[in-house]
Structure formats: structure tokens, C-alpha cells
């Protein structure tokens, strides 16, 4: 074992649930995860080797292989598509001399990765843990050349030297336009030591049925109501409890947590802290995906300075855990296995995390946007939220805008208005459909759904929303997006893991021009069979960017289709069997010569 | 507490907070399953026992019964989930039945033949896929595997609770990993028992294949179906 990873190792607890602490240190250190590092840290946390390695190869950041002294990671979701991404994936192998998928260099490993949460700024790269945003041939030019200068990441990103730990260094980094300021959100600071006192000073039972009155329901997308989930935690027998909040903002197209961490960390911090006094929490954990590793440094001096002012340290406090790259993170059971250091595997219901859920304690999983509508409720009270929004579907929520509009960026919106308005307010380019809620969620027809509202009965939105104009395919973004979840499945049960490669290959054929009518058909029965079976949120939505397109955009399918061709079946490919006898020809040919 | 559950219209008492599985064999209802051990927790892995509880798809194996609960196996639509299922392991694998030592003794081959499965409707996809024959005693046929994660949750070194068996990569890129170290350190027995647990043939003890004769293997001699209804047969082997 070298030195280097024997002194990381000594710096870490022989605690389990610190392993991807671990594993993140001596990535850092060494560019990826060697066999003997991982030898190294198995003998110091008591695991057998591949034990340490089943949680490194689940992670998309952590790497078993030499990956180069810089890894890039390039976003490749279907907005930076929109914005030049080619291009800039062109220019990187160009100027890096290495390619995607490739081995990499000494100097360089280039990745693709899902959606880094800048959709406002794409296309983006993330540096190590720097990100650099609206690429072009050009700038990726300037970059890589700096690099091989010698400048680090941060210097090239940084050249005024910012201390990274300032909001003005995110500022530089990611330049996020928030065009709403309040009611709930973005409405100017506060004095958070005099709120949460005001809330310590109520009984816990109080501070619940606050949150209950106010009809807050969790703003990650599920919108379980919040009150309930904490009175459950709190009638979980067990003295030890914790409050998790999921800053796993992994939905593409999503932002909107990111902008709330860089401009009202504290905003989310207290709301954490009213929660941990509601359930009886000593302990809180803030999830960071490791796409906003560039946020760690801000988001620790908040906490100090919170911890000086007297609103953490006494009864409660909360660490940073980072994430390293899995979209399934963003399930609450798979966040707290990660938590614990393992694969982000989603656990099966029940016991519900309320009652059985970090280190097998109650716990309160609540989303980035949540904590921060908590704080603001104790603020300006139950009444006033519950009179925001529409019944059943009370206060706002932010919604992060991105791609054929004039105004990209974050908005913060009244539950019950209707998608006509949004577009109005985000000045939509000739809009034909819009993504709600990412992948996961639906597509929509402005034709058809220009009138439907934004509220939990109609349209529950988890804050992506994705404008694409009458010039876009909608078959290439919808094979975008199955690839996107049979990259991020988990795999850990069959329809999501294998089910999903069936339907990506079935988006294929039709964009290829070699479906057939009775391809649609099998796309629907199989989606549903995924979408029915599988263990978590993740299969059960995956199916939706062909269901809905299919329901709402029929033709995008039907014109691609194969038809009758003379005498031969629509499903007989003539090209294709010939091709593929010439090629079994040669290939056999090629072995006998051996 | 005694509760009273509706299984595809029959009444069935119960305690409170069993596992479907179990009440429903009791019942004499045969709900297949492929990753689920009666004497050890619920992995909910393979979803072929997908029944509609209370009108909703649910694994049953990760059901605790409640009164009142109704459920449906006997229902057309279910029942060719259940099939679906089992042929898309059959398709993401390569599953060549009569060259496999464990044919007849498969509990993913046995399945099939309960749930009338004939062909796979989904496109076989012939993954490339590496065995492993580093252990002693050990050898892991890849191409069987269907990660049900049995090995990798009850098989462990005996005198540490370590990992034997563990899943590396993610999605359709996972593959089962053998800890070659702690392999060998596993006693006979526990090697049988490892290939014991396997429901297909991955795990597989080197210089023993083939030994029991076509007639008499597992499978041939009582179904799988029978075999789960059976109180003695659920638990232990």
C-alpha cells in the first residue's frame, strides 16, 4: 500500500458508512481506485475486497481503471443536444488527443455523463470538481490548453482567485438567473437564529401541526405530505433519529436545488433544523450529488457560520455527505444506502424510512426545496402558505426552465397555474411540447395541454420543465431519455434492468425507420409490464417518455414506420438479412483461415 | 392477530404481518418465485411472483398480509406478467438448458415450464459475458446469472461475515463477482450450499458436474410447484 492511501486511511474512522469518503479521497489522490487501494481500504473497514469494489463500480465518478490526471465528464443531456453539443464533444477528443469510451491518457479521461443540473448552461463539463458551462469549440480549446499548461481546473475557472468557500466563486462558476423573488423562495434573508428559536420555543407538536396545516407536501416530486411524514417519525420509538435532506437533484432538466443551495443555504439549513425539533433529531445529513461537489466549500462555511450564530451545534447539527454519480440516489431509500456507504440500491417497502431508515433509525427524507418552504412557513405561518396555490396543492414551487425559450432559468410558480401561463412568462420560441418533471414524467402537447394546471391532481411537477420547439425530433429525445434509464438503472431487478434495454432498442427501430405497427404495440404492453413490476420509482416512471409521447404525439411514430413492401411482410428487412449473410460469410471466412 | 385475507376469492386466515408468499402456499396458492428463501429475508429481486393486491401489482414476496387484503394470482393479465418476466431473464441470459449441468435442478428452467412458458417474445440478446474460474473449488458461469443476489446476501465467510459473492458495475452492466481469497477458504459443505442456493447454474463446484442422472434430478422427480406447497419442502432444502 503506498503511503498516500495509508494516510488517507488513518484519516478516516474504520466505519463502514465512510467508505465513499474514502474511496472519493483516494480518487483525488490517485486518479482511480487501484486493486491494492482497494485491498487497503477492505482491510481497514473489515470487508472482503469485492465488497469495496461492489460500491465503487455501482458509482459513475469512481473509477477502477487509470483515468487520466483530469477526467472530464461531458453532460449529454438532450438540452446541451439542442446547444452545440457535438461540436464540443468533437473539440474535446480533438484538443485532448483522447477519446470518449476510450482509455484516456496520462493527461486526460473523457466521459459523458447524464445531466450535472446546468440546463440553464449547457452544454457543461465538469473538470474534477469544477464545472464550466456554454462550451463552444472555442472555449473548450482555451481550457484544455490551460490544462496542459499546468493550470489547474479551478485557476482556469476561477482567474480572479475567488476563495472557493464565497457564494461569489458559485456565482462565477454557474451564473444561475433566478427571475422570481418570493413569495416562498429567493424573498431576501432573515434573521434564522430568531426563527428558530421562535420555533424551539413551540412544542414539537405544534411545529408539526404547523407544517400539516400549511398542506406542504414534499417538493421532490412525490409530494407525500410533509406534516405526516414528520408525525410518523416522531411517533417511531427510538432516541436517536435523523433528518437527511436529498440534494440529489438528479432529474435532468432540474436546477432549482442548486440555485436554492448558492442563494438561501440557510433558508434550507434552518428548515432542517425545525424538522430535527419536530421528530427529535440530533443529526442531520445534507446529500450533495457529486455534480455539485463545486457547492462542498460554501455550503461548509454556511454551516460554520450557522454553528457560530447559535442555530446549529447545540442539539443538532448537520454534515455534508457527498454522492458520486447514480441518479437512483435520488430515491430516498437508495440515498440513505448510500449514506451508509453502500450501492445505492432502493430497499423494499416496508419499512419505511420514518421508521427503519439510516443506520436503520427513523428518519426524515426531505428534498433540498422542502426544508427551505419549511423555514418560510414558521416564518410568515400556515395560513398565509395554505392561501398560496389551489386546495390539495398549497403554496409554490420552483420550476427550472430550460431549452427553446428566451428566458431560461428558475421561476417560482403558484401551484394551480396553467402551462399556457408558464410559457407565456418564460417567453417559449413556437413551442410543440414540453417535458414536465424530466424523464420520469410526462410529455405534453401545447396543442392538447395548454390549459392544464400545475397542481398534484393534474400535473405534478417536480420542478423540470423542458421547452422543445416544432424543429426538434421528439423520437431522438426519446431514445435519449430510455438511454438515460437503462444507463442509470440499478439493476437490481429485472424489469427495470432488462426491460428497459428491450425498450431503448424499440425507440431505436423506429428511429432507424425499421419498426413495424406491431413494435408500438409491444412497446406499450412491455412499458407496462416495467413500469407495474419494477421495485422502485425509477422502472415505474421509466416507461413514460414512450407512453406519453406515444398518447400525445402518435405521428412522430406512425410516419417512421416500415410499410408493406410488394410481396413482403412490413417485419422482413431484406437489406438486413442480406447484409447480415454477407457478414456471417466473412466472419466465418476470418476463423477459417486461422 | 388473526386476520382474514381473500385469495383469488377463497378466504384464508392468517397472522398478521406473514409474508404473501408463505400464507398463499399454505393456502395451497402457488405464487412462482425465483430469489425468494422462505427462512431468509425478502430479497425482491426477480418480481415473478407479481400478484394485484388490492388491485395493484405487488411482488409478494415483499407483502406482509394484512385483514381485509385481497389478492389475485389466477388472473389472466398477472399471470402473463409473471411469464414476461421469466422470459426476459431468459432473453437478457444466455440460458442453453440442455448443455447445462443444472438443467433439471434449475430453478429458472422449472419456473419456465410452471408459468407455460414456450419461447421468449423478447429478442434474445446474447450478452458477451466471462466465466470465472479463479477459485479452487468454485466456478461462475456468467452466462446463467440472473442477480437474484442470493449468494451475495446469505453466503458468508464463516468466521468474519464478509462478502464471498458480490455485484460489480451497475444496470445491465452488472456481473457477479467472486472474492477469490475467502472462496477458497469455504469448507465443502459450504461450497454445496452455495451452489445449492444458486437457483440457476452460476455457481457451480468444479470436478463435480453431472451427477445426478436425467430422470432423477430435482425437478424431474416432484415440480416446482409442488415442491413449494409442501410444508416440509419450504423449509430448508
Redesign the interface.
Given at each position: 500500500m503506498t503511503s498516500g492511501i495509508a494516510t488517507i486511511l488513518i484519516g478516516h474512522e474504520p466505519d463502514r458508512t465512510k467508505l465513499i469518503d474514502i474511496l472519493w479521497d483516494v480518487q483525488r489522490e490517485s486518479g482511480y481506485i487501484s486493486a491494492e487501494a482497494a485491498a487497503g481500504i477492505a482491510d481497514w473497514l473489515g470487508m472482503s475486497v469485492e465488497d469495496v469494489l461492489e460500491t465503487a463500480t455501482f458509482y459513475h465518478f469512481f473509477h477502477t481503471t487509470p483515468s487520466g490526471r483530469h477526467r472530464i465528464y461531458l453532460s449529454n443531456t438532450v438540452i446541451a443536444k439542442m446547444h452545440g453539443y457535438r461540436e464540443v464533444y468533437e473539440a474535446l477528443e480533438g484538443y485532448t488527443g483522447t477519446r470518449f469510451g476510450g482509455p484516456g491518457s496520462a493527461d486526460f479521461g473523457l466521459f459523458e455523463t447524464a445531466c450535472v443540473g446546468l440546463s440553464d448552461h449547457e452544454p457543461a463539463m465538469l473538470i474534477d470538481d469544477v464545472v464550466f458551462t456554454d462550451l463552444t469549440p472555442a472555449s473548450v480549446g482555451a481550457i484544455i490548453k490551460g490544462l496542459k499548461r499546468g493550470d489547474s481546473p479551478a485557476q482556469i475557472a476561477n482567474p480572479a482567485g475567488l476563495p472557493r468557500d464565497d457564494v461569489a466563486y458559485v456565482d462565477a462558476l454557474t451564473r444561475t438567473t433566478v427571475h422570481t423573488a418570493g413569495p416562498v423562495f429567493f424573498c431576501g434573508d432573515t434573521d434564522y437564529s430568531a426563527l428558530l428559536h421562535r420555533c424551539l420555543a413551540m412544542t414539537p407538536e405544534d411545529v408539526i401541526a404547523t407544517i400539516s396545516e400549511s398542506g406542504l407536501r414534499g417538493l421532490g416530486g412525490a409530494g407525500f405530505p410533509t406534516g405526516n411524514k414528520w408525525k410518523f417519525c416522531r411517533a417511531a420509538t427510538g432516541d436517536e433519529k435523523y433528518i437527511i435532506c436529498n440534494a440529489d437533484e438528479g432529474e435532468p432538466g432540474t436546477f432549482k436545488d442548486r440555485a436554492l443551495l448558492t442563494y438561501s443555504p440557510k433558508q434550507v439549513f434552518v428548515g432542517m433544523a425545525i424538522a430535527a425539533h419536530g421528530v427529535g433529531a440530533r443529526q442531520g445529513i445534507l446529500y450533495l450529488r457529486a455534480e455539485y461537489a463545486y457547492l462542498r466549500d460554501y455550503l461548509a462555511r454556511q454551516l460554520v457560520e450557522l454553528r457560530e450564530d447559535g442555530v446549529l451545534g447545540d442539539g443538532f447539527d448537520i454534515r455534508i455527505q457527498l454522492g458520486a454519480g447514480a441518479y437512483i440516489c435520488g430515491d430516498e431509500t437508495a440515498l440513505i444506502e448510500s449514506c451508509e456507504g453502500k450501492r445505492g440500491t432502493p430497499r423494499l417497502k416496508p419499512p419505511f424510512p420514518v421508521e427503519h431508515g439510516f443506520l436503520g433509525k427513523p428518519t426524515v427524507v426531505n428534498n433540498v426545496e422542502t426544508f427551505a418552504a419549511v423555514s418560510r412557513i414558521m416564518q410568515e405561518g400556515a395560513g398565509w402558505f395554505a392561501a398560496l396555490g389551489v386546495p390539495g396543492s398549497t403554496g409554490t414551487r420552483l420550476i427550472s426552465v430550460a431549452g427553446d425559450c428566451a428566458a431560461p432559468g428558475i421561476y417560482e410558480v403558484e401551484w394551480g397555474v396553467t402551462l399556457r401561463d408558464v410559457l407565456d412568462v418564460v417567453a417559449a420560441d413556437n413551442p410543440r411540447a414540453v417535458q414536465i418533471s424530466g424523464p420520469s414524467g410526462e410529455m405534453l402537447s401545447v396543442a392538447a395541454d395548454a390549459d392544464r394546471r400545475l397542481a398534484y391532481d393534474d400535473l405534478s411537477c417536480n420542478g423540470s420543465f423542458m421547452v422543445f420547439n416544432h424543429e426538434r425530433d421528439l423520437i431522438d429525445i426519446v431514445g435519449d431519455f430510455m438511454q438515460f434509464f437503462v444507463d442509470e438503472s440499478c439493476g437490481i431487478c429485472v424489469p427495470c434492468r432488462a426491460g428497459n434495454v428491450l425498450l431503448r432498442q424499440k425507440v431505436g427501430l423506429v428511429a432507424a425507420g425499421r419498426a413495424v405497427r406491431s413494435d408500438l404495440d409491444d412497446m406499450v404492453a412491455w412499458g407496462g409490464i416495467v413500469a407495474q413490476t419494477s421495485r422502485c420509482g425509477l422502472g415505474a416512471t421509466s416507461p413514460n417518455p414512450i407512453l406519453t409521447t406515444l398518447t400525445k404525439f402518435p405521428d412522430i411514430y406512425s410516419a417512421r414506420l416500415r410499410e408493406r413492401n410488394g410481396d413482403l411482410l412490413p417485419s422482413f428487412d431484406a437489406e438486413a438479412e442480406l447484409t447480415g449473410y454477407a457478414q456471417a460469410v466473412a466472419e466465418l471466412a476470418a476463423q477459417e483461415s486461422l | 392477530m388473526t386476520i382474514r385475507i381473500e385469495i383469488d376469492g377463497k378466504t384464508v386466515t392468517s397472522e398478521e404481518g406473514r409474508t404473501l408468499v408463505d400464507v398463499a402456499a399454505e393456502a395451497g396458492v402457488y405464487i412462482p418465485t425465483l430469489c425468494y428463501l422462505p427462512e431468509h429475508p425478502?430479497l425482491?429481486?426477480?418480481?415473478?411472483c407479481?400478484v394485484k393486491v388490492n388491485g395493484a401489482?405487488a411482488?409478494a414476496c415483499?407483502v406482509?398480509v394484512s385483514d381485509g387484503m385481497r389478492v389475485e394470482v389466477d388472473e389472466p393479465e398477472t399471470a402473463d406478467?409473471r411469464k414476461?418476466?421469466v422470459e426476459?431473464?431468459f432473453?437478457?441470459g444466455n440460458h442453453n438448458c440442455p448443455s447445462c449441468e443444472k438443467a433439471g435442478r434449475c430453478t429458472l428452467q422449472a419456473v419456465g415450464y410452471e408459468v407455460d412458458m414456450v419461447v421468449s417474445r423478447?429478442?434474445y440478446?446474447f450478452p458477451q459475458r466471462v466465466a470465472d474460474h479463479a477459485a479452487d473449488a468454485i466456478w461462475l458461469e456468467r452466462d446463467r446469472c440472473?442477480?437474484c443476489?442470493r449468494c451475495v446476501e446469505f453466503v458468508r465467510?464463516r468466521e468474519?461475515g464478509?462478502?464471498?459473492?458480490?455485484?460489480?458495475?451497475?444496470?445491465?452492466?452488472?456481473r457477479i463477482?467472486?472474492?477469490v481469497?475467502?472462496a477458497n477458504k469455504m469448507s465443502p459443505e459450504q461450497v454445496r450450499e452455495a451452489v445449492d442456493i444458486c437457483p440457476v447454474g452460476t455457481i457451480l463446484e468444479k470436478g463435480a458436474g453431472y451427477d445426478e442422472p436425467i430422470g432423477e434430478r430435482r425437478y424431474e422427480v416432484e415440480s416446482v410447484k409442488d415442491r413449494a406447497l409442501e410444508p416440509s419442502r419450504r423449509h430448508g432444502k
Amino acid at each position: 500500500m503506498t503511503s498516500g492511501i495509508a494516510t488517507i486511511l488513518i484519516g478516516h474512522e474504520p466505519d463502514r458508512t465512510k467508505l465513499i469518503d474514502i474511496l472519493w479521497d483516494v480518487q483525488r489522490e490517485s486518479g482511480y481506485i487501484s486493486a491494492e487501494a482497494a485491498a487497503g481500504i477492505a482491510d481497514w473497514l473489515g470487508m472482503s475486497v469485492e465488497d469495496v469494489l461492489e460500491t465503487a463500480t455501482f458509482y459513475h465518478f469512481f473509477h477502477t481503471t487509470p483515468s487520466g490526471r483530469h477526467r472530464i465528464y461531458l453532460s449529454n443531456t438532450v438540452i446541451a443536444k439542442m446547444h452545440g453539443y457535438r461540436e464540443v464533444y468533437e473539440a474535446l477528443e480533438g484538443y485532448t488527443g483522447t477519446r470518449f469510451g476510450g482509455p484516456g491518457s496520462a493527461d486526460f479521461g473523457l466521459f459523458e455523463t447524464a445531466c450535472v443540473g446546468l440546463s440553464d448552461h449547457e452544454p457543461a463539463m465538469l473538470i474534477d470538481d469544477v464545472v464550466f458551462t456554454d462550451l463552444t469549440p472555442a472555449s473548450v480549446g482555451a481550457i484544455i490548453k490551460g490544462l496542459k499548461r499546468g493550470d489547474s481546473p479551478a485557476q482556469i475557472a476561477n482567474p480572479a482567485g475567488l476563495p472557493r468557500d464565497d457564494v461569489a466563486y458559485v456565482d462565477a462558476l454557474t451564473r444561475t438567473t433566478v427571475h422570481t423573488a418570493g413569495p416562498v423562495f429567493f424573498c431576501g434573508d432573515t434573521d434564522y437564529s430568531a426563527l428558530l428559536h421562535r420555533c424551539l420555543a413551540m412544542t414539537p407538536e405544534d411545529v408539526i401541526a404547523t407544517i400539516s396545516e400549511s398542506g406542504l407536501r414534499g417538493l421532490g416530486g412525490a409530494g407525500f405530505p410533509t406534516g405526516n411524514k414528520w408525525k410518523f417519525c416522531r411517533a417511531a420509538t427510538g432516541d436517536e433519529k435523523y433528518i437527511i435532506c436529498n440534494a440529489d437533484e438528479g432529474e435532468p432538466g432540474t436546477f432549482k436545488d442548486r440555485a436554492l443551495l448558492t442563494y438561501s443555504p440557510k433558508q434550507v439549513f434552518v428548515g432542517m433544523a425545525i424538522a430535527a425539533h419536530g421528530v427529535g433529531a440530533r443529526q442531520g445529513i445534507l446529500y450533495l450529488r457529486a455534480e455539485y461537489a463545486y457547492l462542498r466549500d460554501y455550503l461548509a462555511r454556511q454551516l460554520v457560520e450557522l454553528r457560530e450564530d447559535g442555530v446549529l451545534g447545540d442539539g443538532f447539527d448537520i454534515r455534508i455527505q457527498l454522492g458520486a454519480g447514480a441518479y437512483i440516489c435520488g430515491d430516498e431509500t437508495a440515498l440513505i444506502e448510500s449514506c451508509e456507504g453502500k450501492r445505492g440500491t432502493p430497499r423494499l417497502k416496508p419499512p419505511f424510512p420514518v421508521e427503519h431508515g439510516f443506520l436503520g433509525k427513523p428518519t426524515v427524507v426531505n428534498n433540498v426545496e422542502t426544508f427551505a418552504a419549511v423555514s418560510r412557513i414558521m416564518q410568515e405561518g400556515a395560513g398565509w402558505f395554505a392561501a398560496l396555490g389551489v386546495p390539495g396543492s398549497t403554496g409554490t414551487r420552483l420550476i427550472s426552465v430550460a431549452g427553446d425559450c428566451a428566458a431560461p432559468g428558475i421561476y417560482e410558480v403558484e401551484w394551480g397555474v396553467t402551462l399556457r401561463d408558464v410559457l407565456d412568462v418564460v417567453a417559449a420560441d413556437n413551442p410543440r411540447a414540453v417535458q414536465i418533471s424530466g424523464p420520469s414524467g410526462e410529455m405534453l402537447s401545447v396543442a392538447a395541454d395548454a390549459d392544464r394546471r400545475l397542481a398534484y391532481d393534474d400535473l405534478s411537477c417536480n420542478g423540470s420543465f423542458m421547452v422543445f420547439n416544432h424543429e426538434r425530433d421528439l423520437i431522438d429525445i426519446v431514445g435519449d431519455f430510455m438511454q438515460f434509464f437503462v444507463d442509470e438503472s440499478c439493476g437490481i431487478c429485472v424489469p427495470c434492468r432488462a426491460g428497459n434495454v428491450l425498450l431503448r432498442q424499440k425507440v431505436g427501430l423506429v428511429a432507424a425507420g425499421r419498426a413495424v405497427r406491431s413494435d408500438l404495440d409491444d412497446m406499450v404492453a412491455w412499458g407496462g409490464i416495467v413500469a407495474q413490476t419494477s421495485r422502485c420509482g425509477l422502472g415505474a416512471t421509466s416507461p413514460n417518455p414512450i407512453l406519453t409521447t406515444l398518447t400525445k404525439f402518435p405521428d412522430i411514430y406512425s410516419a417512421r414506420l416500415r410499410e408493406r413492401n410488394g410481396d413482403l411482410l412490413p417485419s422482413f428487412d431484406a437489406e438486413a438479412e442480406l447484409t447480415g449473410y454477407a457478414q456471417a460469410v466473412a466472419e466465418l471466412a476470418a476463423q477459417e483461415s486461422l | 392477530m388473526t386476520i382474514r385475507i381473500e385469495i383469488d376469492g377463497k378466504t384464508v386466515t392468517s397472522e398478521e404481518g406473514r409474508t404473501l408468499v408463505d400464507v398463499a402456499a399454505e393456502a395451497g396458492v402457488y405464487i412462482p418465485t425465483l430469489c425468494y428463501l422462505p427462512e431468509h429475508p425478502a430479497l425482491g429481486t426477480c418480481r415473478v411472483c407479481s400478484v394485484k393486491v388490492n388491485g395493484a401489482v405487488a411482488a409478494a414476496c415483499a407483502v406482509e398480509v394484512s385483514d381485509g387484503m385481497r389478492v389475485e394470482v389466477d388472473e389472466p393479465e398477472t399471470a402473463d406478467t409473471r411469464k414476461a418476466l421469466v422470459e426476459m431473464l431468459f432473453s437478457e441470459g444466455n440460458h442453453n438448458c440442455p448443455s447445462c449441468e443444472k438443467a433439471g435442478r434449475c430453478t429458472l428452467q422449472a419456473v419456465g415450464y410452471e408459468v407455460d412458458m414456450v419461447v421468449s417474445r423478447f429478442p434474445y440478446q446474447f450478452p458477451q459475458r466471462v466465466a470465472d474460474h479463479a477459485a479452487d473449488a468454485i466456478w461462475l458461469e456468467r452466462d446463467r446469472c440472473i442477480f437474484c443476489q442470493r449468494c451475495v446476501e446469505f453466503v458468508r465467510d464463516r468466521e468474519t461475515g464478509k462478502k464471498i459473492f458480490s455485484i460489480s458495475g451497475r444496470g445491465a452492466d452488472a456481473r457477479i463477482e467472486i472474492d477469490v481469497e475467502l472462496a477458497n477458504k469455504m469448507s465443502p459443505e459450504q461450497v454445496r450450499e452455495a451452489v445449492d442456493i444458486c437457483p440457476v447454474g452460476t455457481i457451480l463446484e468444479k470436478g463435480a458436474g453431472y451427477d445426478e442422472p436425467i430422470g432423477e434430478r430435482r425437478y424431474e422427480v416432484e415440480s416446482v410447484k409442488d415442491r413449494a406447497l409442501e410444508p416440509s419442502r419450504r423449509h430448508g432444502k
